[in-house]
């Protein structure tokens, strides 16, 4: 199975940032499509970001466009989602996600999903 792990949670203030990191291995996971959920107590798991597998295209939720980055390194299998002007609101825990397609990370229908992460924002 293809692994993927988050890392880079924590607690801010409103209008601070974060970076969290996701490691895939296990497969030929090279070309695969990643992203970024989050989950909040009592709501659904809900789309955040995603790249495709060449890193040429990226998908941001309206709620977090042009507040949060995504980007995929090409030295290792690794994507970043860069959170800036954070709200209270995205108070969550940020799950990653990898598929062989863009459209089903997007979609939230890949199969692979880290463990998760917390990310904690203070007003």
């Known amino acids: 199975q293809v692994q993927l792990v988050e890392s880079g949670g924590g607690l801010v203030q409103a209008g601070g940032s974060l970076r969290l990191s996701c490691a895939a291995s296990?497969?030929?996971?090279?070309?695969?499509?990643m992203g970024w959920f989050r989950q909040a107590p009592g709501k659904e798991r809900e789309f955040v970001a995603a790249i495709s597998g060449s890193g040429l295209s990226t998908y941001y939720a309206d709620s977090v466009k042009g507040r949060f980055t995504i980007v995929r390194a090409n030295a290792k299998n690794t994507v970043y989602l860069q959170m800036n002007s954070l709200k209270p609101e995205d108070t969550a825990v940020y799950y990653c996600?990898?598929?062989?397609?863009?459209?089903?990370?997007?979609?939230?229908?890949?199969?692979?999903w880290g463990q998760g992460t917390q990310v904690t924002v203070s007003s």
């Open positions: 996600a990898a598929e062989t397609s863009t459209r089903a990370v997007v979609g939230g229908t890949g199969n692979y």
């Open positions: 296990g497969r030929t996971v090279s070309m695969y499509a």
